[in-house]
């Protein structure tokens, strides 16, 4: 049973013509929202492009400090849009049945990797050599600027595959829906897709690769961005559990993503025959597991740390969380932390629409915090070839350039996305309609249930 104890999700008394249907007119229809959705995202991007162009750009690279709010806006993104993928190939593959309106809302995400890339590019400039100074790349010839290039060129390649093969079908749909020119949009994006069974044999398996595959690079470029921006920029900074930390709160901020985006869609965009208690609830369920591992992880390096207590690791120790950031740190346990711990304990809060959902859009603030924290952390230092940790750095606030960059940079990857779905149905019409040849209504006692068919 797919309801998890509550009444049959009103998606199953469609058929699957309706669900088709349905999708089309909702990408045919543009509203007064989306438009000013899509307006307001421009405008932030046209302000975050011009302020990192005033700014850092126009100050050049020598002052590292400069690019600390690039950086951090940097981090945020790729924990987010960057991750939400991640969370859809999960659910693939663990074949739960109420993951299905959920994985096209984590997946749109990857349309805006983009925006983090085209930052990550205009970062290497701020990157030092590798000798002198802690790296993984035990001094391999271009690292680090070649090699995490070449990892970042092929996420994104893999990702904007991901969600291509993923839209495959729906391409098929809307082209038999929506285009009257053979040689329209929706026609030259399904190409030669008929629906034939090995064609949607050839689809499962090969959106299973390429998802886990995207996987893979992704926890492979955030080890690489722990490393090469935050441990080898603290002098005598060694741990192998930050870049644990740095992926699971990754994973973290994903789902936080994903229920906020849900919420949206369904106060919003005409979801809300979709996105049920069951995809908030199931995903309220994750987010509180990922805060107990945000502290397990945090909790493993900084117990360490604190044991010893070395003159240079009270200093580490005052420079990350008990001096200088004091207060970003608050926000990140509290958010990151704190907020779904007691707020995610009570079942009656996970399972509603608004407890979850203000408490992944804490996350989310929390995620932000704690990524301007770890940059600041990364680009302030004096010097990052000293051997030891000897003095405490002062804090770096914001300028007015900083601000407008983070909001800007965050719209364009919001409007990147709104501009995506017009294209893809958001939730997915492939997934919603074959959901209803696995499933059938029954009477339990005195209750409707959905017993659902797994044909693996």
Known sequence: MSSHGHSVPRVWSLSPREIAADGTRRIGELGSLYRLGLIIAAVLAAVGVVSV???PLLQGYSDRSVWTYVTAVFFFLMSTVA??????????????????????????????????????????????????????????PGAPWLWSSIMMIALVICGYAFLYFSSRPDFAILRDQVDDNPNGIFARLAGTWRGTI?????????????????????????????????IGMVPGYHSSIFPVYWVVTSFQAAIALTLVTAAVLRKFGGAEKYLELDQFWGLSKMLLALGLLWFYFWWSEFIITWYGRMPYEVNFLRFFFFDTYLWLFVIVIGFCFLAPLLGLMWNFVRRSYTGPTVVASLV?????????????????IPDIYE????????????????????VGFIGAAVGVVLVAMRFIAVPSIWEMTGGLWLRSQRKYKKADVIVIGKPE
């Not at 398996?205 to 935050?230: P, W």
């Not at 051997?387 to 983070?406: C, K, R």
């Open 198 to 230: 090995k064609q949607w044999a050839v689809h499962d398996r090969g959106l299973s690769y390429i998802g886990v595959f995207y996987v893979m690079l992704f926890v492979g470029m955030m080890t690489i961005i722990s490393s090469d921006f935050i």
């Open 53 to 55: 162009i005033a700014g």
């Open 364 to 380: 989310l603030i929390g995620i932000l915090a704690d990524r301007i924290r770890l940059a600041s952390i990364g680009y302030t």
């Open 387 to 406: 051997s030891y940790f000897l003095s405490v750095p002062d804090a770096h606030y914001p300028g007015v350039f900083d601000v407008l960059l983070t």
């Open 83 to 140: 991750a939400a993928p991640c969370l859809s190939v999960a659910l693939r593959l663990a074949r739960g049945h109420w993951r299905r309106p959920v994985n096209r809302v984590a997946e749109i995400w990857v349309a805006a990797l983009i925006v983090p890339a085209i930052l990550f590019f205009l970062l290497q400039g701020t990157h030092p050599t590798s000798e002198g100074r802690s790296s993984l790349w035990m001094g391999w």
